[in-house]
């Protein structure tokens, strides 16, 4: 299974961050992914994710129950793929050679690099957001500083300024390297399941217990209304980790055993995600009670706070632990498939910058603003774009190659991952073919399309996006790989 890579280690497709991890440098157990998924769970979007169902109506329960299904559906493709990292050591970008190419693969890299630009975006918004917060206590006149984005942009200029700062920041931490990092992540392990806690009970304590917070009705007028808001919200849930169920081979490559990754994705995934979301829930339905509104930003809800010392406390707390996430999770990755489109010229550092300046061009402050903008048109969107990569992927590992990939061609320029002059056709096709149901239900979204330009059942798949993508493309890929007979 381990073939001797050192005649191919001059391919420019090779190099050692890339290379196949050898069995006896693969120690990862079981509670090694549990714990990764657990300390990637508890951050401040997943509380958001999960408030944001309340924002949109839901009740407590049907709020847990949804988000407990999209973390049960997307775990799926998430251990599917990652069986590959397990039993070859080989990290995303090269998994994706054998169904795209050798060459093909940048294109699922860059769409998944575009959406971890996407989360640079929000994670910097949030920590940038926590330091005006603290501003604002000591010095008050940053809240009334002169307007100076236009209206459309939605964007205070007191917001704004600490957002830029916050964001020079990251790519401070992007210049000197991610070594810089560890010591802040260990603070966020340590910092953000104390702070969750100190929420949750400070909930229970200002309604006088959970009774109030769980006879809190659902808002929804009738049955279809609900069906309406889940089937999105649902699809939401899956796209939450539509990344890592792609590129999660970056982990397992490191596995003991499949037994490992298997077992250590199921307890750590589903049961974090479930239980940090309660937390969400249980504060937002609190804030109902309390101030009459469903406030879903744990930083706008401590805003409310009257103490500036706990609150200047929170708020350094968050920005810190923020910018361990965001550096950690939405930039390592993004800059490695940014460098590898032109590894002579595109390096670590500069693939850092183009992530940091994608974050900004996606107004990150407009999608977390209110429910509908996080959840149908971020969340849901990428999805449509994640899910037909994730079938694609699939479809090829299992019922094309029967798991068994030829190592030692990935990192050959000529071999039976080229394809045609290193795309594979059938992939690229798929992909589109999968992405095009999606589209006029997203045009509509960002209301560039009106209802009626379309039919109401076409318009609809968008909110199943994810599925429809991930179906219609690996059933595609499979038919079209079958009709040409590669195996």
Sequence with gaps: MEENLIEISASSLYSKDLAPVPKNKRTWNTWNYAALWISMS??????????????????????ILTIFLGNAIVLIPMILNGHAGAKYGIPFPV????????????????????????????????????????????????????QIFPASFGLQTGPAITFFIFWLINMWVVYL?????????????????????????????????????????????????????????????????????????????YAKSQEAQIKGQAIGLPTSMTLFSFIGVVVTSATVILYGQAIWDPLI?????????????????????????????NIVSPANDFANLAPSKINFRTGGFITGVIGILIFPWKLIADPSGYIFTWLVGYSSLLGPVGGILIADYYFIRKQYLQTNELYQHKGRYTFSNG??????????????????????????????????????????????????????????MKKNKYE
């Design 301 to 329: 809800l401590a805003g409310k706070f009257t103490s500036k010392f706990i609150i200047s406390i929170a708020m350094i707390a968050v920005a810190i632990s923020t910018l361990a996430t965001n550096i950690a999770a």
């Design 95 to 146: 998994f994706a050679r054998a169904s795209f190419g050798v060459r093909g693969a940048n294109i699922a890299a860059m769409l998944r690099a575009i959406v971890a630009c996407g989360w640079f975006g929000i994670q910097t918004w949030i920590g940038g957001f926590a330091l005006y917060q603290m501003l604002r206590l000591w010095l008050p006149e940053i809240e009334n500083l002169p």
């Design 42 to 63: 508890l951050c401040i979007p997943t509380y958001m994710l999960a408030s944001s169902l309340i924002g949109g109506g839901m009740n407590w329960w049907e709020a």
């Design 177 to 253: 390297g991610v070594e810089s990092i560890k010591k802040l992540l260990v603070f966020k392990a340590f910092f953000l399941p104390i702070a969750a806690l100190a929420l949750l009970f400070w909930a229970i304590y200002a309604v006088h217990g959970l009774g109030p917070i769980l006879k809190e009705p659902s808002k929804f007028k009738t049955n279809n209304d609900f069906w309406n808001f889940f089937f999105p919200a649902l699809t939401g849930m899956v796209g939450y980790w539509a990344t890592l169920s792609l590129n999660i081979p970056d982990f397992t490559r």
């Design 423 to 480: 795309f594979n056709v059938a992939a690229v096709t798929a992909l589109i073919v999968g992405i095009l149901p999606n589209i006029p239900g997203f045009l509509i979204t960002i209301k560039v399309m009106s209802q009626d330009a379309v039919p109401s059942w076409l318009s609809h798949l968008y909110n199943y996006a994810w599925f429809v993508g991930f179906f219609v493309s690996g059933i595609i890929y499979f038919l079209l």
